[in-house]
């Protein structure tokens, strides 16, 4: 009989798999994913300066930093990111510390953005050949990362910060005080 | 009207089926089976063909007044693809699959005639109830020949990525992989109905396992390169969902076709080939199962329905559930096999069986772990190809391993000291461990690849050793050819993981960028058009030393439906490939390059061809003896 048990498992693993996948049928997943890179440090990366008088952004600086940092994908080059300057100036006023990284862009041309633009940036980055952004994993510009003070990403913003999403991201930000 | 007809030949067929079933458990036993089952088989496999042949006229016509085309073809389709776009969708992609089930049962039905007459009853009952099932799930669920009225002045086109040559060939070659299994499966049933599992079973098993893992190999090996150029990430094994789908019948149909053996020469491993066989199949219909029902997303979604998911999942209820059920109850009164020593070939094998076991097992868990903690603690995670490659990688190299010695052993048991003949593959593997130091930095899984892969290829032919080779068995030449299949596969896998150089780069024309051995100039992009799309064709030319090579990497941009696909300008060398793919342009004017330099890669997909061919040339092998000694015995009785 003990034997008999044993042949019953492949029926067992089948039965658990049909339970799992019923499950699954009945309650469709949603198709919002979250990054996989939060809860996650900081991958290496390193930008170059790019604007005379700001420090370059570097994650080793980020992890060190011991307090939060809105960290944003942008270029001057980027229209949704002429769109999304408004917010930023207001987040900064609200006292989010804001780092930016210039995705392949020129000291001439970024300098020119944030004349017409403004520039709430603590410290911005060059980053010539899109390492830094294959590092993070964005996939395109505008992007933001809130980065807390050990550097471990907290939250993950795809695409331009528009005045709708301004609450959320100082609610995450007011999280990491 | 050709529509009209290829559904009524459906109808026909799935009528018999229920006659066959009728007959395999309810009708008279010795008659039923020659008079009535037999026929029924064979005139569903005619049908179902008539109906496959029905579907791919009216894509061949592009005949716009049938939904199916209209949803999945265009006029100015090219022909080739008119024709492969017929199972480049879920209906007609489900009517291969039921044609292939359908002539597998009538082969069975014609071929089989070693076994008892029981046996055969209740395996052609199991084969016409499969047979049933899916022609009930492709006539209410997935009707292949709907009508559309008002017909649509223009179709909409195909999936651009499915538009490849590749297309033609993989997919067919697969499922007749997949449903080939479906005869181990009936013949497994139909023997735990009888109670009668022994030599004979495992001889008549043999062909279509063999055949259908032949098939299974060729259709892995070509979907991974398909992957490898179409895609254009320069990877050959991804460790998604659908690829893990084709493995996994793979993995279970490779551990059968190895204990199949044991079964037929020795009697042994009655309760675990049986239980193989049930396995591979469910594993099949498990993929048939993942890929149709969207339950994992996937690059390979191009069909997805849960509704449809539904219907196939109660289908794998009552036929895997069934049969492990039947497994569970029956199995525990077959007579026991043979007895063996651990040092012997059934050793070795049932070492081998474990292994690929434990592989599937990984490969299982992997692919459905996902869910499981989804359903338990809500937390969406992935499994990705580290687990899967910390896991499986070293199992692998153990499998190899293995092969140094399993094939050199005797049946029952073996007193030969069998290690010294194992002494030049040792040296060899060890050589190569020593080789790779001075080839710089690696992980070490590459670096024991290397060294096994150089071992195993000097082990392989081990078995050819000390045999007069004109009377060696085809079998025996064709198991060498596959073992260095294996070798050379893994050969390629260590190459491209420890050798590959990547450069990702945005350029300007007239500028260059430099990946490996090769300085790779930016010539400037053109605009070029085929048939149904327009593409960007870069220009770029690799230089190394004296040789100097033009490629054209395309980002092609199709018009019905629209989409973007890249397709990889690929170069082979003696010595490994050159990968370039086109990526969009940049606001300055650059143009983004990816560029690998890979290797020795072309051994992964030239091992997967050998251990096919291998495989053929074990079947080719077994069917001319099996027809010497038919002819023999008809003489000697004369």
Redo the contacts between chains.
């Keep these: 009989m003990t034997?008999?048990l044993w042949?019953?498992i492949?029926?067992l693993v089948?039965?658990l798999?049909?339970a799992?996948?019923?499950?699954?049928?009945a309650d469709?997943?949603s198709t919002i994913?979250?990054t996989?890179l939060v809860g996650q440090p900081l991958p290496p990366f390193a930008t170059a300066p790019i604007v005379p008088g700001k420090a370059p952004v570097t994650s080793a600086e980020l992890t060190a930093a011991r307090q939060p940092r809105l960290v944003n994908l942008f270029?001057s080059?980027?229209v949704p990111c002429i769109a999304e300057a408004p917010v930023l100036a207001d987040l900064r006023r609200q006292g989010v510390r804001i780092d930016g990284i210039a995705i392949?862009d020129?000291s001439a041309d970024l300098l020119k953005f944030l004349r017409d633009n403004g520039d709430g940036y603590d410290r911005i980055g060059g980053d010539a050949?899109?390492q830094a952004q294959?590092a993070l994993g964005a996939s395109g510009v505008p992007e933001s990362f809130l980065v807390d003070g050990g550097g471990v990403i907290r939250y993950h913003h795809v695409g331009a910060i528009m005045p709708q999403d301004r609450e959320q991201v100082l609610a995450e930000w007011r999280k990491l005080r | 009207m050709i529509a009209e007809a290829g559904l009524a030949a459906l109808w026909l067929a799935a009528a018999l089926a229920l006659l066959q079933l009728g007959v395999a458990f309810a009708g008279p036993r010795i008659g039923g089976v020659r008079a009535i089952a037999v026929p029924a088989a064979v005139a569903q496999g005619l049908l179902t063909l008539f109906a496959f042949a029905a579907l791919i006229t009216l894509f061949v016509r592009t005949d716009l007044s049938v939904q199916l085309v209209a949803a999945n073809s265009h006029s100015l389709k090219p022909f080739i693809y008119r024709f492969a776009g017929a199972w480049g969708n879920h209906e007609g992609s489900m009517l291969l699959w039921v044609t292939v089930l359908a002539v597998a049962g009538a082969a069975l039905a014609l071929l089989e005639r070693r076994l008892p007459l029981d046996t055969i009853r209740a395996t052609l009952g199991a084969q016409a109830a499969l047979a049933l099932g899916f022609f009930g799930f492709l006539l209410i669920a997935s009707n292949p020949f709907a009508r559309l009225n008002p017909a649509p002045p223009e179709g909409q086109g195909l999936n651009p990525l499915l538009q490849d040559p590749g297309l033609a060939f993989h997919p067919p070659t697969l499922y007749l992989g997949y449903v080939g299994l479906s005869v181990a499966f009936s013949l497994a049933v139909g023997a735990l109905i009888t109670r009668d599992v022994g030599p004979a079973l495992a001889r008549a098993m043999r062909p279509g396992v063999l055949g259908a893992w032949v098939l299974l190999t060729l259709g892995i090996t070509a979907g991974s390169y398909w992957a490898y150029y179409e895609l254009g990430w320069g990877g050959w094994w991804f460790w998604d969902p659908v690829e893990n789908a084709s493995l996994m019948p793979w993995l279970a149909a490779t551990a059968l076709l190895h204990s199949i053996n044991v079964l037929a020469a020795r009697g042994g491993l009655r309760?675990w080939t049986i239980?193989l066989a049930?396995?591979a199949f469910?594993m099949s219909m498990?993929g048939t199962?993942l890929v149709r029902?969207g339950?994992l997303?996937s690059v390979h979604s191009f069909a997805v329905d849960?509704r449809r998911?539904?219907f196939i999942?109660g289908l794998?209820?009552v036929y895997?559930?069934g049969a492990?059920?039947l497994?569970?109850w029956r199995?525990?009164t077959v007579r026991e096999g043979a007895c063996f020593n651990l040092v012997s070939r059934e050793g070795a094998l049932v070492a081998n069986n474990l292994l690929l076991s434990v592989i599937l097992g990984t490969v299982f868990v992997g692919t459905?772990y996902p869910?499981?903690v989804?359903?338990l603690t809500g937390e969406?995670i992935?499994v990705g190809p580290p687990y899967f490659n910390a896991v499986s990688g070293p199992l692998v190299l153990l499998l190899a391993v293995l092969l140094f010695v399993g094939p050199l052993l005797n049946w029952r048991i073996d007193r030969r000291p069998v290690l010294r003949r194992t002494i030049a593959p040792a040296l060899v593997a060890v050589a190569a461990l020593v080789a790779t130091v001075a080839l710089g930095p690696m992980s070490l899984l590459s670096r024991l690849g290397l060294s096994v892969a150089a071992g195993l290829t000097v082990a392989s032919i081990l078995p050819l050793i000390g045999r007069n080779l004109r009377r060696t068995p085809l079998a025996t030449w064709g198991m060498a050819l596959s073992h260095f299949g294996v070798a050379v596969a893994v050969a390629g896998a260590a190459c491209d993981s420890a050798f590959t150089r990547e450069t990702?780069?945005?350029v300007r024309p007239g500028e260059s960028a430099s990946v490996g051995p090769w300085t790779i100039r930016f010539a400037g992009v053109d605009p070029v058009a085929g048939p149904n799309w327009t593409a960007v064709q870069g220009h770029l030319v690799a230089t190394r030393g004296a040789t100097r090579n033009l490629f054209e990497p395309e980002s092609r941009a199709f018009s019905d439906p629209q989409t973007q696909t890249n397709e990889a300008a690929i170069r082979t060398y003696l010595d490994g490939q050159l990968y370039t793919v086109l990526g969009r342009q940049?606001?300055?004017g650059?143009w983004q390059l990816r560029l690998w330099w890979k290797p020795f890669v072309t051994l992964i997909w030239l091992g997967g061809s050998l251990i096919a061919l291998g495989g053929t040339l074990a079947l080719i092998g077994r069917w001319w003896r099996g027809w010497r000694q038919r002819v023999r015995a008809r003489e000697a009785w004369a």
């Design positions: 034997l008999r042949f019953a492949p029926l089948f039965a798999f049909v799992a996948v019923l499950w699954r049928l469709p997943p994913v979250e996989r270029a080059w980027c392949r020129t050949n899109g294959i | 309760a239980m049930v396995v469910s498990v199962f029902s339950i997303t849960p998911g539904t999942l794998l209820v895997v559930g492990l059920a497994f569970a199995i525990g459905l869910i499981f989804e359903a969406k992935s990702l780069t945005a940049e606001s300055d650059r």
